[in-house]
């Protein structure tokens, strides 16, 4: 089947679906007349949207942290700590990796050994393998909305167990979930598999139930410029709208500088409305703020000024929820005490902040412009490549070089585009590669590189980028030479 | 003349920012990096090891799965002939934070002659690496 | 003599300097020349009004802990910890409650009690009892500039002990460190004190030693109007210029709502500096944040959360330096592993943000104008009372409520002002008492505070402030009613 | 009959404000609050319990030195004809982090009725104090 932008009919998707649902035996347990029953069941505050929605409205902003392991009662204890002693307003299951590249035998293994160790030897929880029946477990034992977190370029059979069970979003999407998390799958693969997860979300829409989606913001979560995450957090909310999804939540990953992140958030709503308004989906709209995903500094104090500094930002940006980091980050997977520790972090920075906003200025106008224009150049490209579908054009434009996401794995990813922080620390375009910018914007760019340089005493070149890269782990956020 | 290494993500990791940033250290640094990029499996480090005549073999693993994804891989050089090449592994090699002591003893004991924390610089691996090779 | 903001001439001082120095045995090793003799070899690095400069310069704000302990050799192992694994910029010495109310037979008590007991039975390092050879050799264990931080509404023997020891900044003035730390010690006599304690340092800047004066700014640190805690400063900064002071810190306590908390300093360096100016005095001004002053919560991932947000403040304000507040606020004082943590978690979120400020929006400048127009009011006041001599106006403005410092403990303080948050967490004037404020400030005020209590569906009230002062360590800004 | 009670802070310690917010919460407790305020000696405590016939002395202590000075107040109440009086204590009433038991132990030692630890709620002492004295 040729990939389009063009909502599944019933009939395509219940093909692909007898197929999915027989790529591990746990898929034959999902029944989607009483996956529906199930999800009519679950109350108002426990449902994503619902609580989505209200924090919107108040202008509040949610904590929500990363937590998942392999054993199914040692993963709900983890859970309920998280939502007891932690505090958190929002439940996750981080799948593991193993589960992420669909190697369900792997998992199987992991399961064992993390029984025999008595310690979970996998980085998250196989919900595929444990199924239904497992899942709503996991559901049933906590009291706020449960959400899969992962990585998963085929996403079929994980979104089908865990919305049958009773978990109201997931979190991905064709681009996201593959180019920063893959090395060989092609994008046409994984634009199509995440139509299908759409196309189920948008199905159990059709039968009254609502149920959140979440592209993945930050990408590659390093030196990401906003335009270009922006750029494909509106393609995935398009794509997803065409399947029928109703309920968005777009994300963005902080880089730093208090202005850009702030006017990151502020266009991508702006600019994701527009674009909803245009193509005439009917979209109810959230934003997710990802705290710091780059290197962090081993020492936990330090690590809690990471912490509390993306907090900070999301507050000020009115972001509806927030991705909690925690004090172990620099270590590896948290104890359940060191991530109830960055939620509590979090939600006392929140607390003081709330209701706060940054208020306009003229730098902060300035920066939303130029990520709205920087964005606009991109979309545009996208669309003239796909010669106005923008699933089609989503595939060349990765071809092409115009959709560039830094640091990526995938060989599908032209990785010609190079970013670096400016002297006030905000992400500008290095090398431009082949995304398409105007001139003006592309001088703009290099003249902010240009005072850096000349502050630092340097040429712009490669080496900038490897400073930024380890200066937040180092205790700064911009990588200049050592004196 | 260039000493030729192999390096890679083990398993299925994905984290493709350090394993480029290591790329480029150790070119600089004066090695013939043959960089076979995430998601690898324990046999492309072996078959890239034995197409490149490579005297070294550094193994990252950034996701916790590192034992797991580890284990056997030093029995599988020996039984593709790479007698005595040297391992290296590094990274957040298991889940959660554990006694640095005994993970790296663990490692040890499959095999590894190295074994690096998170946060290693690039540097102290190069050293490490020069010395054994008995380079400079 | 009678009290006039006159420089003291130095007959004057050396004849009042002769009773000092008799008030305990230690005043007797108090050589001004040797002590001369002495500053002029401390070296740049160790030089608060050097290192506070170069900041100011390269736009940085510092970061200082309070430390202080009954020993003089754990007191010097504290501090090391501080600056070695810490990273502290500057180094404190924090002064116990017996010293600051002059008790120095008790403090000898408490030094004994301490040595039984093998840990410190004083909240902080009783230097007038050790003298002058003690207090240089903590001076010289240290690779840091060094200040006494204390609440002495007679600080004339501290004074004299600490700067001949080569600490080269004195926190602390006549109004700011009797009214929220005395009862009963007149406004007359704590002004008197203080011009001693000023002149000073005016004598070691005429024998060109440049030594650091820093107004203590929070006061009570309890919900401070902005306008009261900065006329205080502006007014201890005039008293200190005229005696001969040339460096001067003035400071601020964190109110919690960014933007005012902005203004606030932004307010306070543009009109203290019109008043200099206004004076004739040469004034090098730098500027320093108190991280909240008020109840922390008991949890420390929380307590990282208060001293984050603080930090951000301080940093989006442009401080020149911050004092740091620990994980262990809530239980008293810390241990170090807590203070340094305290230090890592705030210079982390400093560094994060280095350079970066809140740009000027339509909002700050409205409140940067406020707080100075209120400012104005008060200080005009002061004048007009004082028929133009402002140490005689600042007694009769305590005697009129005027000046008038909410929950204070001095009986010279009217104690008739009430404060209380706005909707958006800025402190505002609840009930002015006697504070002079024109009709459009009241009415402002009062606008603002009616707005809150609409929103919660309650009366303006004496309730709201209770409320307030227990919310930030319950985890928000604004003491809502519950619900 | 409202009961009356000595309220203060006691030794070089200046904490004015959790003392005039007891004020305020004892008061509207229904009992009758003598308020000695900051910095008070002990023997402030013990002349106004006897100049107005208190049932109870409510000591704070914020900054730490309440080991010293706390000690010896119930001795002094006992030769002041104080017999039996009632005697709290709270706040932060020692230097660091310390084990809140043995805190605890060390003031009941001193003859204290109870002990309170930072960030307790006026409502829990007030209520105590309603037990102690049999009122409702």
Known sequence: ?483 | MKKTIVLGVIGADCHAVGNKILEHAFTQAGFNVINIGVLSPQEDFINAAIETNAEAILVSSLYGHGEIDCRGLREKCDEAGLKDILLYVGGNLVVGKQDWNSVEQRFKDMGFNRVYPPGTSPDTAINDLKHDLGVE
């Open chain 1, 1 to 483: 089947m040729e990939l389009k932008n063009k909502k599944l009919s019933r009939d395509e998707f219940l093909k692909i679906r007898e197929e999915v649902l027989n790529q591990w035996p746990t898929g034959r347990d999902v029944d989607l007349e009483e996956a529906a029953q199930y999800l009519k069941s679950v109350p108002d505050y426990k449902n994503f949207c619902v609580k989505l929605k209200k924090a919107k409205d108040e202008g509040i902003t949610l904590a929500q942290p990363r937590a998942g392991v392999a054993l199914v009662d040692a993963h709900i204890e983890l859970l309920k700590y998280l939502q007891n002693e932690g505090g958190a307003d929002l439940l996750p299951s981080t799948i593991d990796s193993y589960t992420r590249q669909n190697r369900y035998s792997e998992c199987e293994v992991g399961i064992e050994e993390s029984k025999k160790a008595g310690r979970s030897m996998l980085n998250g929880f196989p919900a595929v393998n444990y199924g239904v029946k497992e899942c709503r477990r996991v559901y049933e034992s906590l009291e706020l909305p449960l959400q899969a977190r992962h990585g998963t370029p085929d996403s079929r059979l994980l979104s089908e167990i865990i919305h049958a069970s009773g978990w109201t979003s997931n979190e991905g999407g064709g681009i996201s979930y593959n180019i920063p998390y893959a090395k060989s799958v092609s994008v046409e693969k994984s634009l199509t598999d995440w139509q299908y997860c759409d196309r189920l979300v948008g199905i159990y829409e059709e039968m009254g139930i609502h149920i959140n989606r979440e592209p993945f913001g930050p990408l590659t979560g390093t030196l990401v410029p906003p335009s270009m995450s922006n750029a494909v957090a509106i393609i995935e909310g398009l794509l997803a709208a065409e399947q029928g999804v109703k309920n968005l939540t777009l994300g963005y990953g902080q880089c730093g500088n208090l202005i850009q992140d702030v006017a990151a958030i502020r266009a991508l709503v702006e600019q994701a409305e527009e674009y909803f308004k245009e193509y005439g989906y009917d979209i109810e709209l959230t934003t997710v703020f990802h705290q710091w995903m780059g290197g962090f500094p081993a020492d936990e104090s330090k690590a809690f000024g990471v912490i509390c500094t993306g907090s900070a930002a999301a507050a000020l940006a009115g972001a509806t929820k927030v991705i909690v980091k925690t004090p172990h980050e620099a270590v590896g997977i948290p104890t359940k005490e060191a991530n109830a520790a960055g939620i509590k972090a979090t939600k006392q920075t929140l607390n003081l902040l709330r209701g706060q906003r940054l208020p306009l200025s003229k730098e902060l106008k300035d920066e939303i412009e130029l990520i709205k224009a920087e964005t606009k150049c991109i979309i545009d490209e996208v669309l003239k490549l796909g010669k106005g579908d923008i699933a089609v054009g989503t595939v060349k434009a990765f071809e092409a070089g115009v959709l560039d996401i830094p640091f990526a794995p995938s060989r599908y990813n032209a990785g010609k585009m190079l970013p670096a922080r400016d002297n006030n620390g905000a992400v500008r375009y290095l090398e431009f590669g082949n995304v398409p910018m105007n001139k003006e914007i592309r001088d703009y760019n290099r003249k902010l590189l240009e005072e850096r340089a000349k502050y630092e005493g340097r040429d712009v070149s490669f080496q900038m980028v490897v400073d930024d890269i380890f200066a937040v782990g180092r205790g700064v956020l911009i990588g200049r030479p050592e004196k």
